[in-house]
């Protein structure tokens, strides 16, 4: 490759999970510090990045369509735009993509993307890069600080997974569980409240095995984190993201009823809802068990609303295992839940698995699946009509004098009124719909 000018302008396109976001927008504020602006809206960027997914298959071919629509672009206004591909499929990918993509010449791994800059370096002398390093926790050190936050933000608490869910490819994407250290966190999150953050969601692929020594040298699981990071003043709200049945322990069950500002919202996925398929899973719970657990938070918080992952046509599910999926759906009442089509990823065990469900019976199945979830979503919003609760607001709504923000149970509320982002409104919700809640506001609260 040809030495290039260096970059002016820089675009990061994220395409998956929350985490993948959260790096998305760490990627950015590296290119930042660079004096590399964002894109205008719009506008071709001088420096792409395609911040990848890995989980189905439709989400990881993406990365070369994208790639293609980028070298046509490229081609059309005399200038192509300099490509780095990052995110899961870099990880799992990365020598194939160097092969396959002539144009790319960035290749980062998610736990790679801090050395990112000094890869541009090398790229705009001419030469292309692949970094799939997975150097432990080495790229939090690295990144700068956020000097300005959105009301409601993320912070990352843990990477990796061990689980070893039999269709997953986060445990290898993303690598071993390891968890961020307590007093990392806590400085984090106090300089992110410093910055305008509100509200902080913990994120990780499997926060619930988070793990770590506080400044007293005892060690504290997730409930113990939240329980230190409650103390900070003026955050008002801190939820998680994503846990796993198996490692739920009484100790966040009560912090869920002690913690005020842990809001009641739960997402624990249960992906099937049959015990056969979910031992082929290597789900390592049953029906029961996950019932029974949601129970006891239901004990300690009875206003929690539950959230969900759902898997459907996963190898060898019959019509009658996935009525008991839709009969588990029934069961919980789901505020809100997420359902997918089982795709088979290379190098994990289902893929090979006997049995693979054909595509038409899985598109009937979701559709049948995702009616139950919308119906019972439909209903949690209505029953939460009279309710008054605290919004938190986000952003402005289409019309002037309108909001938009979140419910404490993470429904979309939005209202008319004298406001700002960031405020914290006491709200009674008004009017249900679907997938949002109209609001009528009460007064603002103070900080
Ligand atoms: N760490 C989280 C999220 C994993 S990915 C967890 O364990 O819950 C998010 C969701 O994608 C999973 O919960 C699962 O429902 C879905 N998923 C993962 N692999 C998949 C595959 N091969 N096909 C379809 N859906 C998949
Ligand atoms: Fe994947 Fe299972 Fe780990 Fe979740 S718990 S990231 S589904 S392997
Ligand atoms: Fe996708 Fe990687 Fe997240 S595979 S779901 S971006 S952890």
Redesign the pocket.
């Known amino acids: 490759m040809k030495p290039t000018d260096n970059p002016k302008t820089y675009r990061v396109k994220s395409f998956?999970?929350q985490?993948?976001v959260y790096d998305g927008e760490r990627m950015a504020e590296l290119l930042a510090t660079r004096g590399i602006t964002p894109a205008p809206e719009g506008e071709d960027a001088d420096l792409v990045v395609l911040n990848t997914?890995?989980?189905r298959e439709k989400a990881a071919e993406k990365v070369y369509s994208d790639i293609g629509r980028l070298v046509k672009a490229g081609e059309a206004r005399g200038r192509k735009p300099l490509i780095a591909v990052a995110?899961?499929v870099a990880q799992a990918e990365g020598e194939e993509i160097m092969a396959r993509a002539p144009a790319v010449s960035m290749v980062v791994g998610p736990q790679a993307y801090h050395r990112l800059p000094d890869m541009l370096d090398r790229a705009v002398a001419g030469e292309r890069g692949t970094d799939t390093d997975m150097p432990a926790i080495a790229k939090f050190a690295s990144l700068p600080d956020r000097r300005k936050s959105p009301p409601a933000t993320f912070l990352t608490i843990q990477e990796g997974c061990d689980k070893f869910c039999t269709y997953c490819?986060?445990p290898y994407?993303?690598g071993a569980e390891i968890s961020r250290p307590f007093a990392d966190l806590l400085t984090e999150a106090r300089k992110l409240v410093e910055a305008g953050a509100r509200e902080i969601t913990l994120l990780g692929?499997n926060v619930s095995a988070w793990s770590g020594e506080d400044d007293k040298g005892h060690r504290q699981g997730l409930a113990g984190l939240v329980r230190a990071l409650a103390r900070i003043d003026g955050l008002a709200r801190i939820r998680y993201t994503t846990s796993h049945p198996a490692d739920m322990d009484e100790d966040i069950i009560a912090a869920h009823g002690e913690v005020d500002k842990l809001m009641p919202f739960l997402h624990l996925p249960v992906q099937a809802g049959s015990d056969r398929v979910l031992k082929a899973m290597n789900r390592s719970h049953t029906v029961e068990s996950y019932l029974k657990l949601l129970d006891r938070f239901r004990a300690a918080r009875p206003d929690l609303a539950l959230s969900g992952d759902f898997i459907v046509g996963f190898p060898g599910e019959t019509e009658s295992e996935f009525e008991q999926t839709l009969a588990l759906v029934d069961a919980v009442g789901y505020a809100q839940a997420f359902s997918f089509k089982y795709s088979p990823r290379p190098g994990t065990p289902a893929a090979t698995m006997d049995g693979q469900v054909a595509p038409d019976i899985m598109d009937e199945r979701l559709q049948r699946l995702q009616a139950a979830i919308n119906r019972d979503q439909f209903a949690f919003n209505r029953n939460s009509v009279g309710r008054t609760c605290e919004v938190l607001i986000e952003r402005r709504g289409k019309r002037p004098g309108q909001w938009l923000g979140k419910s404490p149970w993470l429904q979309s509320v939005w209202f008319e009124g004298d406001c700002a982002i960031g405020d914290l409104v006491e709200v009674e919700l008004a009017e249900a719909g679907p997938n949002s809640m109209r609001g009528a506001p009460r007064a603002a609260i103070a900080a």
């Open positions: 998956g999970c985490m993948n997914c890995h989980i995110g899961c490819v986060v994407t993303r692929q």
